[in-house]
């Protein structure tokens, strides 16, 4: 019945996001088009880095809905969770091809500082200003849903945190036209690249990690112990595995010996209320009593 009541969850979340997601991706991925024409037409790189930056806003918003709609697939005999982990696997490669993507801005930029070109400041600040415009649309549209939904307020903070990069692009835009300081571009590209790249191995890292069923980052792994040892009636806690089943859903599993004369029919519903609070969505626990065990799923 738990599990129902999150695939209904889920179709629910899937039908109130889709209409915002939809926008902010075509909002977004029609902005990086035009910026990164603008880009080598003026030979931009600021510009350039920007509309890279962008784009992992775009993929980080298309992961996020793509997600979605896998955690609405079915389980089957051979695929009991069904097609869930996927998610995080296209997260790990939107992560490398990112990482890539980067490297090569970098070597540019790195290379131009040496004889920077000649860039239209007013160009690469009216540009990035449409920029700030698009990202505060972005951000208003996802800030209504974000409550309830850490996904989505990460993906508000990604669109608030990218206006911001707009805004360092618009003054370098305006140096540039004021002192004629061509160097500033390339300065600018190299520091545009740099947060891209600081988000982009954070991404890679935690991919990577639950790929491998590592804990996944918002669960701790030892308030989580805590919260079943801490719960009446449980004296130890043993064999204690937490994992990723995709990129929103985690699951559990677990022993515990129980204290003399407490059954495990006593002790689980307040055992799967805590650990439902703390963000654990699939919950199966062992519990060892004195005489019998009984094993709720």
Not at 6 to 15: D, E, I, S
Not at 59 to 73: E, I, K, N, P
Request: overall charge neutral.
């Amino acid at each position: 019945m738990g599990h129902q009541h999150h695939q209904h969850g889920m179709a629910g979340r899937l039908t109130s996001l889709s209409h915002t997601y939809f926008f902010a991706i075509g909002l977004n991925l029609a902005f990086v088009a035009a910026e990164a024409a603008v880009a080598l037409s003026y030979d931009s790189l600021s510009l350039l880095s920007h509309a890279g930056h962008k784009l992992l806003d775009v993929l980080s918003l298309a992961v996020s809905l793509v997600a979605f709609r896998l955690a609405q697939t079915r389980a089957s005999r051979r695929f009991t969770y069904g097609f869930r982990k996927t998610s995080v696997l296209i997260s790990l490669l939107n992560a490398a091809v990112l990482a890539a993507a980067v490297c090569v801005i970098i070597a540019e930029s790195v290379e131009k500082l040496g004889s920077p070109a000649e860039v239209n400041g007013a160009a690469i600040s009216w540009t990035a200003g449409a920029g700030i415009v698009v990202s505060g649309i972005s951000a208003m549209l996802l800030m209504r849903h974000q409550k309830g939904d850490i996904n989505t307020r990460g993906a508000f903070l990604h669109m608030a945190t990218d206006a911001l990069v707009s805004l360092g692009v618009v003054v370098s835009g305006i140096v540039i036209s004021l002192t004629g300081w061509y160097f500033i571009d390339p300065v600018i590209s190299l520091a545009v690249a740099a947060v891209i790249l600081v988000n982009t191995l954070r991404l890679l890292v935690e991919s990577f990690c639950m790929c491998v069923d590592g804990v996944p980052s918002g669960i701790d792994y030892d308030q989580v112990r805590g919260l079943i040892a801490s719960a009446p009636g449980v004296k130890v806690v043993e064999q204690l595995h937490i994992w990723p089943v995709s990129i929103f859903d985690t699951a559990l599993t677990a022993h515990v010996l129980l204290a003399p004369g407490i059954r495990g029919a006593e002790v689980l519903p307040e055992l799967h209320r805590r650990l439902k609070e703390a963000g654990v969505a699939y919950v199966t626990v062992e519990c060892m009593e004195t005489e019998k065990c009984t094993t709720i799923k």
